[in-house]
């Protein structure tokens, strides 16, 4: 039972274009979602969250966008640099204390 | 500032040895949690603390897994005996508070590789 499903292993898109990374989720209990970025050796490293009161976060280069109807949030990164290669995670949390990550997708920015 | 400082990054052993995983939180942060990572099944939770005190360890494969924290600066994760299964990589991570208001910051993890 996978509640937080990111459904494209991989993206790759030229630097500075927008990438933008989706994320679907099925319970509706959740009321933060957060991105993650991770380098290789490295821990995920939290970049962005969001409330799901909100439709919408930003900081600088990085937009969250939540559409709660849906179920599905995306993260936008304009413009991409081939510095934001790496796979970022999806996660979102309810009361429970757990927090369950996507699969991850890899993002690939080519210079 | 110091992060989540994890140790050792790499441990081979064999079949039936015991391993000890360690982690030093974020000082400050009273949420400790053990995440493992896998092909198979992603990152996923094993066990989280409060102020010291395991809250919910549902996430814990099997009793040969046990996690302590006997104070707020030092946790261990240990698998005994280990099997090739618990190959993995496994992270620490520690947060101001167990909602998602308050982000989970991690280590950079403990590559196991159990022969």
């Known amino acids: 039972d996978q509640q937080v499903k990111q459904n494209s292993p991989s993206l790759s898109v030229q630097e500075g274009r927008i990438s933008i990374l989706n994320c679907d989720y099925t319970?509706?209990?959740?009321?933060?979602f957060l991105w993650y970025k991770k380098y290789p050796a490295e821990g995920p490293t939290f970049l962005i969250s969001?409330?799901?009161?909100?439709d919408k976060n930003e900081d600088g280069r990085f937009t969250v966008f939540l559409n709660k109807s849906a179920k599905h949030l995306s993260l936008h990164i304009v413009p991409s640099q081939p510095g934001d290669s790496a796979v970022y995670f999806c996660?979102?949390?309810?009361?429970?204390?757990?927090?369950?990550f996507g699969q991850g997708t890899t993002l690939q920015v080519k210079p | 500032d110091a992060g989540v400082i994890q140790s050792p990054r790499h441990e081979v052993t064999e079949m039936g040895q015991e391993v000890t995983l360690r982690c030093k939180p974020i000082?400050?942060?009273?949420?400790l949690f053990w995440y493992r990572q896998t092909m198979m099944r992603g990152l996923e939770l094993l066990i989280y603390?409060?102020?010291?005190?395991?809250?919910?360890d549902s996430g814990m494969p099997e009793d040969r897994f046990s996690a302590k924290m006997p104070n707020a600066s030092f946790s261990t994760l240990k698998i005994q005996p280990s099997e090739p299964r618990d190959s993995a990589v496994y992270f620490c991570?520690?947060?101001?508070?167990?909602?998602?208001?308050?982000?989970?910051?991690f280590g950079d993890g403990t590559r196991l590789s159990i022969l």
């Open positions: 996660a979102a949390i309810g009361n429970t204390g757990k927090l369950i």
């Open positions: 603390f409060n102020n010291n005190v395991p809250i919910d």
């Open positions: 991570a520690s947060s101001f508070s167990e909602f998602g208001n308050q982000p989970q910051h």
């Open positions: 969001i409330s799901s009161i909100k």
């Open positions: 319970n509706s209990m959740f009321d933060y």
């Open positions: 000082s400050g942060h009273d949420y």
